[in-house]
């Protein structure tokens, strides 16, 4: 059975950082890329970036660029977010989800709140 | 940046009637490879997405056949033949074609 479970969310103030996590299991975690699905409350699904399988080529959306950055460790199975410069914008679930194209698998996902 | 559009954003459905959600892409989503990557998701209230529907039509693995999606270039659509009790929720098409990834506003499916 697949399974991502994510962790790391918290409340963090506004500049602060925070390194979410996603564990993956049941399945062949280095074939396949990975990607990280945020959600604000009360609103809508906003993808913010995708690694590739093999960790070589990286996408972000244009709200998180240059502030995150994505990561994974095949060894671990373990997929990651590192947020710097925290926004009160950037307060959402963080989702973790399989694939790139239209993910198949998503996470319970972590809470992230920013603020003072 | 390729915007997905949904209509309506609220579907109030009487349980047993059909309901159709409309998605609709500002660029074409055919990729490279020859596939269209134009996904439908679903989210229940207090869950995470589940994707129902990959590359326009592929239902996927437990999603009960009253669920279907079509379309082709710029216009999309999803729809539910018999809506049950248990399809309450948003939906959300999303476009993995493209870089950034897109997701429509979401269309809140509830009951009369």
Known sequence: EVQLLESGGGLVQPGGSLRLSCAASGFTFYTFAMSWVRQAPGKGLEWVSTLSNTGLTTYYADSVKGRFTIARSNSKNTLYLQMNSLRAEDTAIYYCARGANGPDYWGQGTLVTVSS | ?112
Request: glycine share 10%; net charge positive; hydrophobic share 30%.
């Open chain 2, 1 to 112: 940046d390729v915007v997905m559009t949904q209509s309506p954003l609220s579907l109030p459905v009487t349980l047993g009637q059909p309901a159709s959600i409309s998605c609709r892409s500002s660029q074409g989503l055919v990729y490279s490879d020859g596939d269209t990557y134009l996904s439908w998701f679903q989210q229940r209230p207090g869950q995470s997405p589940r994707r129902l529907i990959s590359k326009i039509s592929n239902r996927d693995s437990g999603v009960p056949d009253r669920f279907s999606g079509s379309g082709s270039g710029t216009d999309f659509t999803l729809k539910i033949s018999r809506v049950e009790a248990e399809d309450i929720g948003v939906y959300y098409c999303m476009q993995g074609t493209h870089w950034p990834r897109t997701f429509g506003q979401g269309t809140r499916l509830e009951i009369k």
